[in-house]
Structure formats: structure tokens, C-alpha cells
């Protein structure tokens, strides 16, 4: 029992901490950025190097395997939950098990992806008449995928155990030495065999440095077939399967508008709709991606009944989070225009209004997005997978019956009035109930204080007509900057109280005197 209780002190005492959270979180555009950075340097050597053809043939496998990924059923997730849950307890034979077993299941899938590549190269190579090429990249990028199998179960223990900083960098030098020895295959004059043999290289090395941080951030967690146990599977198995509705049902949600917009109106509309649709996707998931960190916070504090301390850290950091979705996603919906006109010529200007619709959607999705991680951290992800089933079935109806009337903007709309009703409503009084808190009060303190902001600069620069100016990409630039700061300023002094400011900038005080200070003799 006492154990128990100095790791309730001790989670509890962590409880509060969401912009500490907020910035770990943060690492993870580490190796986003990265793969950015990367896809657009290699991709044009790849395809001058390998011309359409082969480029394709790259493009295609490397798209075909990522659906190996449904093969691991979630498991990922169910650690997330159950590690920190089962350590908060002062349980490390039952969190050692749960890792035990998810690296015998993914090892089960590493040979099964195996077998698969191995069996399937040749008819896809028929079917898509590519030749030996095709399928020799097919199984080799299966290794790599299976490679890839212990690695994901050892990253989700390490972010389990808060270990984002150091999982973000490995994945994030992973990127760049992948980056670099495809360019430099280019330049040996090399083929598509040898690009494979580079993702293989890359996943060996990146299970390398995901297993070093593995035992320096988590080193109560011991690993044997002998802790490996059917009522673990069984919980990893159900948590992971709720996680991949939830997953499914939300790509629906988030993407089916694309294919509606294919089907009611013409394909030549979908590429005009998937420039808004993309532009508004990427900077949503940016917006969104800080706050996964939350999930085993939250999972550490239910283990140990911490009830006011799962409260505040979800009020609190739905407050931060919502400043950071709804400022980023309002310097979109500002500069939106201006750079789809300045990067694909005037004829795209015509996306503005649906490009408006979905900021709305995305907005509310991102700024809530806490609330989900809250479920899945606390054990609730049935929950959450009814809802987003839900979402995803009203959205779609109401896509096509809005499609039908008003073409992409009822299609648009249809999308952000089923993100609105389920997650902006139905989820969050739900959430509310759970943590015994007003909807209303959870709304006004943590949510209506950055949608106003948005909303009144996003009012401006519509009513004045500054986004209709062409300023070129330096003034879009200053336009951007501008709208940020604005931004930053009201959120300081509308959005935040002065308790939290004097505590940030103390914290900060704190951060500037140990710099200058340095490490101590």
C-alpha cells in the first residue's frame, strides 16, 4: 500500500503540469518536419533519376505496405494505455507483460508480413504489369516492414513512459539518413533495388536507436516469453481493435468528403477541393499532434483514482491546446487564400469558401482533440469508437444530402456540422459528466476564449478585404507573422488568467537564469 501511495504522490504532483506536456508533445514535429523537409528534396531526384515509370512503381509499393500496418490491430495504443496504468499501480510485472506479450504479437506479425510479401509479390506485379522490378521492391520493403514490427512496440513503451523528446529525435534521424542515402543512390546511378535495400537499412537502424532510448527510459520494464499471458493479449487485443475503429472511422470522417465531391460533382472538382482539404489536413494534424503526450498522463493518473488531478490537466491543457489549434489554424484560414493563389495561379481562388468551412471543422476537431486522448488514456476508447462511428455515418449522410444542393460547399459543410454535433457536443458533454464538471463552464474556460479570437481576426480579414490583396509571398509572409502576433497577444491577455501568466513568466525567468547560469560546477 505504501508503494501505491508515494506513486499517487507522485503522479499527482504531475497532474497540473499540461504546458510542460503541451511542449514534450511538441517533439513530435520533429520528425514530421523532417519527413517534409525530405520529401521535398528527394522527390524530385527520385523521379528525374527514375523516371514515371519506376517512380510510380516506388510510389506504389511504398503505399501498398502501409496498409501492413492494420495487421498490428492497435496494440501500439493498448500500450500507451496499459504501461503507464500498470506503473502508476507500482505494477511493473504486469507492465513488463503487457510489453512481453505486444512484441510476441508483433512478432507473429513481422513473420505473417513476411509470408505475405513474399506470396503476393508476383501477382501484383502481374496485376499492375510492372515486371520482376515491382515485386523484387515488394518483398524487400516487407523486411523493412517487419523490421519495423519490435520497433513500434518499443516506441510505444518509451512514449508510454513520457519518453517523446528522445523517440522524436531517433525517428527524426532515421528520417534524415534515410533522406541522404536515397540521394546519394541517386547519384551512384543505382536502381529500385537498391532504394529498397536502403528501407531495410533504415528500419534496422531506427529498431537500433528506438532499443537504446527503450533501455534508458524504461529500464523496470523487463522483457521474456515467461511474462507473456492470454488476459494481457486479450486486453491489448480489445483496446487496440476500439483504437482502429476509432482510426478507420475518423479517415472516413476526414476524408470521405474527397470522394463524395468525385462522385456528385467530377473529378476536376475533387482536385480543386483536396487543395483546401489537404492544406487545412496538415496543419490540423500539426495542431493536434502535442497533445497525443496527454494520453499516458492520463492513463498514470486513473490508476491511481486521482479524479481533481485528471480534472485540471484536461481543463487546463484543453485551454492551451485550443490556443495552439485555433492560432495556427486561423493563420491558415487568413493566409489561406493568398498562398493557394500565389502557389497554383487565380483559378483556385474559387476554393476560398470551402477552405473556410473545413478551418470551422478542423478547428473544433483539433481544439477538442484533448478530449480523446483523455478516453483513451482513462480506458473509454469504446466509447470513443461508437462516437466516431457515429460521426463518420452522419457526416457522410449529411455530405451528400448537403452535396446535392449546394455542390462542394454542402459537402464541406455537411463535414463540419458532423465534427460540430459528435465531438464538438455529444463528446464533450460526455467527457464533462466524467470528470463532474459543467459543460458549460468547461466550454467558456477552455474553448470559447480561442474560438472567439479566431473567429474576430478571421471576421477583420474577410470584412476589409485583406486576404483578397495580392502582397506577393514576402507580404503574405508579413501578412502570416502579423496575424500571429495579434493572435499570441489576445490569447495572453483574454484567454489566460493573470495567475497563469505570473507562473509562465516565472517560469520562464527560471528557464533564462539556468541557461546563463549553466550547469552547476
Not at 508503494?3 to 499517487?8: A, D, L, Q, Y
Not at 518536419?33 to 519506376?54: C, F, I, K, R
Not at 485550443?322 to 493568398?338: D, K, N, W
Not at 486522448?373 to 457526416?395: C, H, K, P, Y
Request: aromatic residues 10%; hydrophobic residues 55%.
Amino acid at each position: 500500500m505504501s508503494s501505491n501511495s508515494t506513486g499517487s504522490s507522485g503522479v499527482q504532483a504531475k497532474g497540473n503540469s499540461a504546458l510542460h506536456l503541451l511542449s514534450i508533445g511538441s517533439s513530435n514535429w520533429f520528425p514530421v518536419a523532417v519527413h517534409l523537409g525530405s520529401m521535398l528534396v528527394v522527390t524530385p531526384l527520385l523521379l528525374s533519376h527514375l523516371g514515371n515509370t519506376d517512380f510510380g512503381i516506388w510510389a506504389l509499393v511504398n503505399s501498398l505496405v502501409g496498409f501492413y500496418g492494420l495487421l498490428g490491430l492497435g496494440i501500439g495504443s493498448g500500450i500507451m494505455r496499459y504501461v503507464p496504468y500498470y506503473l502508476g499501480r507500482s505494477d511493473t510485472r504486469s507492465a513488463s507483460a503487457i510489453v512481453s506479450t505486444g512484441l510476441v504479437v508483433y512478432g507473429f506479425v513481422a513473420i505473417v508480413i513476411v509470408g505475405i510479401s513474399q506470396l503476393a509479390a508476383e501477382p501484383i506485379a502481374d496485376f499492375y504489369e510492372a515486371g520482376e522490378s515491382l515485386a523484387a521492391l515488394v518483398r524487400i520493403i516487407g523486411f523493412a516492414a517487419a523490421i519495423e514490427c519490435p520497433m513500434r512496440v518499443l516506441d510505444a513503451c518509451v512514449r508510454a513512459r513520457e519518453g517523446w523528446i528522445p523517440a522524436n529525435l531517433a525517428a527524426a534521424v532515421a528520417g534524415i539518413v534515410r533522406a541522404i542515402a536515397l540521394a546519394a543512390c541517386v547519384y551512384a546511378g543505382l536502381g529500385l533495388v537498391e532504394l529498397g535495400y536502403v528501407s531495410v537499412a533504415v528500419a534496422a537502424l531506427l529498431l537500433i536507436l528506438i532499443a537504446i532510448v527503450y533501455y534508458r527510459t524504461c529500464p523496470e520494464i523487463k522483457l521474456g516469453l515467461g511474462l507473456v499471458s492470454g488476459r494481457f493479449l486479450k486486453q491489448l487485443v480489445i483496446f487496440g481493435l476500439f483504437t482502429t475503429v476509432v482510426t478507420l472511422a475518423y479517415t472516413l470522417t476526414m476524408s470521405g468528403h474527397r470522394l463524395i465531391v468525385g462522385k456528385l460533382l467530377s473529378l476536376e472538382a475533387v482536385a480543386f477541393y483536396a487543395v483546401a482539404s489537404m492544406l487545412v489536413f496538415n496543419v490540423q494534424s500539426a495542431a493536434i499532434t502535442p497533445t497525443q503526450a496527454f494520453w499516458p498522463r492520463f492513463a498514470s493518473l486513473d490508476a491511481v483514482g486521482s479524479r481533481e488531478s485528471v480534472a485540471d490537466l484536461l481543463v487546463r491543457g484543453t485551454r492551451y491546446g485550443s490556443l495552439l489549434a485555433c492560432g495556427m489554424i486561423g493563420v491558415l484560414v487568413v493566409t489561406g487564400p493568398g498562398f493557394i493563389r500565389l502557389w497554383l495561379g487565380p483559378e483556385y481562388e474559387q476554393v476560398t469558401p470551402v477552405l473556410v468551412v473545413l478551418c470551422a471543422g478542423y478547428l473544433i476537431a483539433a481544439s477538442t482533440g484533448i478530449a480523446g486522448n483523455f478516453l483513451a488514456g482513462t480506458g473509454r476508447q469504446g466509447v470513443q469508437a461508437l462516437l466516431a462511428a457515429l460521426e463518420a455515418v452522419l457526416g457522410l449522410g449529411l455530405s451528400l444530402f448537403l452535396g446535392l444542393e449546394l455542390g462542394a460547399f454542402g459537402v464541406a459543410l455537411g463535414f463540419t456540422i458532423s465534427v460540430a454535433l459528435l465531438r464538438g457536443w455529444v463528446r464533450t458533454v460526455y467527457v464533462c459528466r466524467l470528470i463532474q464538471t459543467s459543460a458549460r463552464s468547461y466550454v467558456l474556460r477552455s474553448l470559447a476564449p480561442a474560438w472567439l479570437i479566431v473567429v474576430g481576426i478571421a471576421g477583420y480579414a474577410y470584412a476589409s478585404g485583406l486576404v483578397e490583396r495580392d502582397v506577393g509571398w514576402i507580404g503574405l509572409g508579413v501578412l502570416g507573422v502579423s496575424v500571429a502576433g495579434v493572435y499570441l497577444l489576445l490569447g495572453w491577455l483574454l484567454a489566460i488568467d493573470r495567475n497563469e501568466r505570473r507562473g509562465l513568466l516565472d517560469a520562464a525567468r527560471r528557464f533564462l537564469v539556468d541557461r546563463n547560469q549553466g550547469p552547476a560546477s
